[in-house]
């Protein structure tokens, strides 16, 4: 075979084609799919995907052969990829002068006829062919010569997904690496912060206790501010704490347990006093799923309930059914109610519904969005509904486990 010319574009093609990370990749469905119907409806022995790289051509996909690639200088389809905007049909090769009336064989197949459409991407290179081969001299018609422009069509177009998905998947990879180091900076610094802080609040009361009666109340004021302040500084820090470490409760097996034993070791944890009324399920149900997890949305949204109550008597009540693949959970109270314009981006994090809760603190805006996280991982889902100053019900399932 004489050797073909080299495209006029020749650098500018190899990067294009270099650019598509394709090269040396496994084999893919799609692209055989397109080989094997190339070969049916052309009727031909042979199909190829091919790629034109700088000193060889190799397949993306083949169909009649198992030879992976062949050296460019005997290769049919780098004649192809010299006239971008037409085929190459050779209906015999053995009367083709380009071809030295040699016997081209691909592995031990006699290459007769070819026929090549150009893979031009949306900026004119021609990358590779798509091409059907037999052992014996025959023409195509002007429906199968269509059909296979249009399956080289597809072949492209496929060339860009892969292009744009191998594109996303590496900012995937980065965006991960990136929150992975944001992750674990907010866990170092949170722990580093809550010694100092933990000091400051200690000192303060010591302060107060030695200087005693030679404080005034201006000054009484100020080391309240300090301790108020520190106290909401460390509750921040606990909460962002715990977005980060849920990921770890995640990790743990589902365990079979009794819910309102559960719920139970939470009102002990909170230190709920007498004027709090909670309703724990009658039925008492036996839930299998990951214990920690449930355990901590939990605290959350009762601990919630409470700080955000403006009533005498706090009234919460927890209610509780379930199906064949998921349990839900219903969480009702009393308190101060959600504003309207709050319920859509309450669960989205650093978003609070300004609200102050019975100590007049307001909240971070962390604890919801840990709660919707650690849901939404158990494969449930969570959503709210309230009414300003009478009530509010926070509603979620998970799978069973």
Known sequence: MISPALPINENFRLEALRALDILDTETEKEFDEITALANFICDTEVALISLVDRDRQWFKSKNGV???ETPRNNSLCSHAILNPEQPLIVKDTRKDERFNKDVIRLEDKPVIFYAGIPLVDKNGFALGTLCVMDCEPRELSQKQLESLN???KQVTILFELNKKNNDLEKVQQKLKKR???LREFARVIS???KMPLANIITTTDLLKLLLGKKLDKESMEYFEYIKTSSFSMSSYINDVLDHYESENLLKNKPEEFELNVLLQEIVDLLSIKPDFNITFPENNPLIQCNKSALKQIFFNLIGN???????DQIIISIETSQDDKYY???ITDNGMGIPNDKIETIFDLFTTAGIADRSGN???GIGLSTVKKIVEKLGGTIGVTSEEKIQTTFHFSIKRG
Do not use: P
């Open 66 to 68: 198992e030879i992976c």
């Open 150 to 152: 249009s399956l080289a």
């Open 179 to 181: 929150n992975e180091s």
């Open 191 to 193: 722990h580093d912060l």
């Open 305 to 311: 309930s409470i700080k955000y109550n403006d009533k």
């Open 328 to 330: 839900y959970f219903r």
């Open 362 to 364: 307001k909240g971070n």
